[in-house]
């Protein structure tokens, strides 16, 4: 896979693991001869190190990173380790005498690594998107930032490099392609998989007899028994009975699989070179045509059909219009509601399906829970920005619902929404405004900026629409959020009533 990979352009990693400085040389002097490659000239692969390994091996009779070194590989990766520097200062010393330079990846987990990542990470990472957020912000110059996750698409990848990293990893999805070492079974159960097959849990390494990561580093893996075995209490020792019974009678309904979150997108068996070209020109087809918008006069975006499991991010200062794509047969209009008031929405009339279930936490910023986040930039989608430099710019903050900007939402349901933000004016019609029903209701805040705009009228306009608690099962209730439970409402002469405190 490695050769097939490099052979599309990409720089793809040998998984050390446990391996000989010996067994290390030949899979670098294979994808050598595999790409006619010339000695003396740098290898177009790398190879990925375990750090807590590396603390055993380095100080052994067999030390691998000197071995992996002299072969010129173009990069390492090192992950998972107490003292990963040392390793970093040894082939920093050793490229010092040599003209070749290697690139060094370190996973900040991880290279960030998302929680959706397949096999193992960080417990406690949070979703990628956040994750990569969160390191741009931190470090603003200086070292190449890739991002890894649940990503199996060039339009993933596209949103990815829009949101400031320098590239993306691929993992998961190549786990069917005829170059994986996995048999066929287990690229079959991938086939098979849909959105929410994986988990991470310790279960899958129990009964592998690989419980020896660091503390805090566990595996996701394709739910089965396995994981049910696990989560009905049963001791290791029935566990690893069952599923070794399980192994000697080839049955599936134990069968470790790692895999990532991505892995409910892969439904062919391509090879690795074609799926790494087709996902890079979607990538690149994507950003071309964004790019080839112009940034201010109004622009629509059509979501098509589908669930989409992340935060979607639109950055654009001009008017904007977001339409979800309904069936074919629908016989919905501008005039007439998608949903009766008067029942709850059917879960199949809406054919886009927008989820994330990160809500916020300390030291996390309102705007980064936002299953969908339209603003002219990052920067102004940012509680307390306020309506400044963007303020006639059109932006949306949806579910939970806050913005900057004059909005119009219509014909739509949210779902699990816990109050709406508005620093200017937002309009709801022919709406269904869903509740989690944490112990309050759904709260609108007009915001205190009588600087820039005194005797401002900012709020929430609704009309036509329904507020309901979400009790159709779509949304699991996390802990709840503080809810301030205040409103105020007056009617306007657009028919529309104001929510919001001492409106």
Request: aromatic share 8%; proline share 6%.
């Amino acid at each position: 896979m490695v050769a097939a990979v490099a052979s599309a352009g990409a720089l793809s990693f040998l998984a050390a693991g446990p391996d000989s400085s010996e067994q290390l040389r030949d899979g670098l002097r294979f994808v050598r001869a595999a790409l006619k490659i010339p000695s003396g000239v740098p290898v177009p692969a790398g190879v990925g190190f375990l750090g807590f390994l590396l603390d055993k091996t380095e100080a052994s009779d067999d030390p691998r990173i000197p071995a992996v070194l002299e072969e010129m590989p173009m990069g390492i990766w090192f992950a998972f380790g107490g003292d990963i520097g040392k390793h970093i200062a040894y082939v920093r010393a050793y490229d010092s005498k040599r003209e070749h330079k290697t690139a060094v990846f370190v996973i900040v987990n991880s290279v960030e690594v998302g929680n959706e990542a397949g096999g193992h990470g960080a417990a406690a990472t949070p979703p990628l998107s956040i994750l990569l957020q969160a390191v741009l912000q931190n470090v603003s110059s200086g070292p190449v930032i890739l991002a890894a996750g649940g990503i199996s698409t060039g339009a993933q990848s596209a949103s990815i490099l829009a949101m400031g990293a320098d590239g993306v990893v691929l993992g998961s999805r190549l786990l069917c392609t005829p170059e994986c070492m996995y048999n066929h079974e287990m690229k079959q159960e991938i086939l098979n998989s849909g959105l929410n097959a994986t988990a991470r849990s310790y279960a899958f390494d129990d009964v592998s007899r690989t419980r020896f990561w660091p503390e805090g580093i566990d595996g996701r893996a394709i739910v089965n028994d396995v994981l049910v075995d696990f989560e009905q209490g049963l001791d290791l020792e029935t566990r690893l009975q069952r599923f070794d019974d399980a192994k000697a009678k080839a049955e599936r309904g134990r069968m470790v699989v790692w895999a990532g979150a991505g892995i409910g997108l892969v439904n062919d068996e391509k090879d690795s070179a074609t799926i790494v070209k087709e996902i890079n020109q979607e990538a690149v087809d994507i950003l071309k045509g964004v790019c080839s918008r112009p940034p201010t006069g109004p622009a629509t975006i059509l979501i098509a059909t589908g669930e989409y499991h992340e935060t979607i991010n639109v950055t654009r200062p001009g008017p904007l219009t977001l339409l979800g794509q309904l069936p074919s047969s629908s016989s919905t209009s501008l005039a007439k509601p998608k949903f009766p008031l008067d029942a709850a929405p059917s879960p199949t009339s809406n054919m886009v399906h927008i989820y994330d279930t990160n809500f916020v936490h300390t030291g996390m910023d309102d705007a980064q829970s936002a299953v969908l986040v339209v603003a002219p930039s990052y920067n102004a989608s940012l509680i307390g920005a306020g309506p400044t430099d963007d303020a006639n710019a059109h932006t949306l903050f949806y579910a939970d619902l806050f913005g900057f900007g004059t909005a119009f939402v219509k014909h739509s349901s949210s779902r699990g929404t816990d109050f709406l933000i508005t620093l200017l004016p937002r309009y709801f019609q022919n709406v269904i405004l869903a509740n989690r029903a944490c112990g309050g209701g759904i709260v609108a805040w007009k915001g205190t900026n009588l600087t820039d705009a005194p005797g401002n009228k900012y709020g929430a306009y609704i009309s036509d629409s329904k507020i309901m608690r979400d009790d159709l099962g779509m949304i699991s209730p996390p802990p709840c959020s503080s809810i301030l439970s205040w409103t105020t409402a007056f009617d306007q002469p657009d028919g529309h009533h104001l929510v919001g405190p001492g409106a």
